[in-house]
């Protein structure tokens, strides 16, 4: 059997994190290679404890093991990449790739002269790979339900490069547990064009149940139905397919909207910002609550600050959040915050952030949550992000305008800008109207 995903770890090989692994005796008829070396494309400099890597190196791991299983189950992994290329080719000449079976019917004659005239200049005509791609010579491969996430992840591409590695993970395993159960749930794997609305609403009429007999929530449900259909409509488009939408109005239900709590303010002030309230917990999560309090960052914001996002000794304290090494939730997520109150003290202690929890706003968030409780501080079930919410409250209370308040919150705007906003001063000002008496220290 081959080794779990979970046992890769990264190797250093001339200065760079790799996975080196053993071809598992299971599937050297299909790989005869031995020794498989394949580079994350991290440098042991950048990453000297190898935090990032193995988050990369478990990737790399399950794909080549996914490629094992292909290649062992005969799924022609060759005539996959024959077409890869045709598709490649034709997009670097300036053509969508069209079948061959189809072009005739579906391409306007000006559209095909231009093919033609394409392979007729130079010398492409003698080159078999140029004329499959321009006029459609490699049949596409038969694509499996279980081929969605990878065809989903080449769709997606650049949406994936601008996530951290652990971003990418939890979208990639999100997904794959989907289509795992998904798959499971119809009987197994089969080609997407044998793929029916039956299929889909059968498994619909499933989630329905379990909703209902408590075992999911019905935004869970949605989640798991929605992420599937949407991996199937992506790659019907980009490839082409013509398939039927199957997953077409295919939804559980109505989620509930259940409004996360916030705090009292006077028992903020009074209880949640008494001295030495969070002694006992580590530096960094203690002075990240502290952060979050006249700054209104999400989680992952606080945790993803570096020396260059924060500016200390500027005339106005202040910080950018930025997407630098991971996606930001939304556009408008990007800003820049003054500093005031106890959010100022607390990152005076940290003037190059918050190493413990960078791009883990996940442990960040298990770590507050379980010191709120101990504390005696969710009375009303509260958690870390109710601090956010509590933010966004007192902005509400000082009256000011919406556009105002979204530009604090990194909130899409309900109108379009007109000029640049708030002045940094005007910003911090209006913060420091609005800011905590904070302890003495943090």
């Known amino acids: 059997m081959p080794r779990s995903v979970a046992a890769a770890r990264p190797h ?15 599937f050297a008829a299909v790989d005869p290679r031995g020794i498989v070396r394949l580079t994350t494309g991290i440098r042991v400099a950048d990453d000297p404890r190898g935090v990032r890597a193995a988050e990369e190196v478990r990737r790399l791991d399950a794909a080549l093991v996914q490629y094992w299983e292909d290649r062992l189950a005969g799924k022609d992994t060759e005539a996959r990449a024959r077409f890869e290329r045709a598709v490649n080719g034709a997009r670097a000449l300036g053509f969508d790739y069209v079948p061959a079976a189809t072009a005739a019917a579906s391409l306007p004659l000006d ?23 321009v006029l459609g010579g490699v049949e596409p491969p038969e694509l499996m339900v279980s081929d969605l996430l990878a065809e989903f992840q080449r769709v997606r591409a650049i949406e994936l490069s601008r996530k951290s590695a652990r971003q990418r993970r939890r979208w990639e395993v999100n997904r794959q547990t989907a289509l795992n159960n998904f798959i499971a749930f119809i009987g197994g794997d089969r080609p997407l064009r044998a793929l029916t609305a039956a299929d889909v609403l059968r498994y619909r009429d499933h989630l329905r149940q379990r909703v209902a007999a408590g075992e999911l929530n019905t935004d869970t449900a949605n989640k798991a139905l929605g992420r599937v259909g949407s991996m199937f409509r992506a790659v019907n488009d980009d490839r082409r397919l013509g398939l039927p939408d199957v997953f077409a109005k295919a939804r559980v239900g109505t989620a509930k909207y259940k409004p996360r709590p ?9 209880v949640f910002l008494r001295e030495g309230m969070f002694d006992g917990i580590n530096e960094e999560a203690r002075r990240i609550v502290y952060l979050m309090v006249e700054t209104g960052l999400r989680p992952a914001e606080a945790c993803s600050l570096q020396r260059h996002h924060i500016h200390l000794n500027a005339p106005v304290p202040y910080i950018e959040v930025k997407p630098d090494g991971r996606e930001l939730k939304t556009d408008a997520s990007e800003r820049v915050i003054p500093l005031v109150g106890v959010s100022l003290m607390a990152m005076r202690h940290h003037p190059d952030g918050f190493p413990r929890y960078w791009d883990r706003a996940d442990n960040l968030s298990a770590d507050i949550n379980k010191a709120l409780r101990v504390r005696g501080l969710s009375p009303g079930g509260q958690t870390i992000y109710s601090i956010r919410h509590m933010f966004e409250d007192r902005l509400l209370a000082a009256k000011l305008p919406d556009n105002v308040i979204a530009d604090f919150m990194g909130h899409e705007r309900a109108r379009p800008r007109y000029g640049d906003g708030l002045t940094l001063a005007e910003a911090r000002d209006v913060l420091q109207s609005i800011a905590f008496v904070p302890p003495s220290r943090v």
């Not at 250093?12 to 299971?26: D, I, Q, T």
Request: no cysteine.
């Open 12 to 26: 250093k090989v001339s200065g760079f994190w790799y996975l080196v692994r053993r071809v598992p005796a299971r």
């Open 111 to 133: 559209d095909i002269l231009r093919r033609l005239e394409a392979i007729a200049a130079g010398n492409r005509a003698e080159s078999e790979d140029t004329v499959a791609a």
């Open 262 to 270: 916030s705090y009292d303010r006077r028992f903020f002030q009074e």
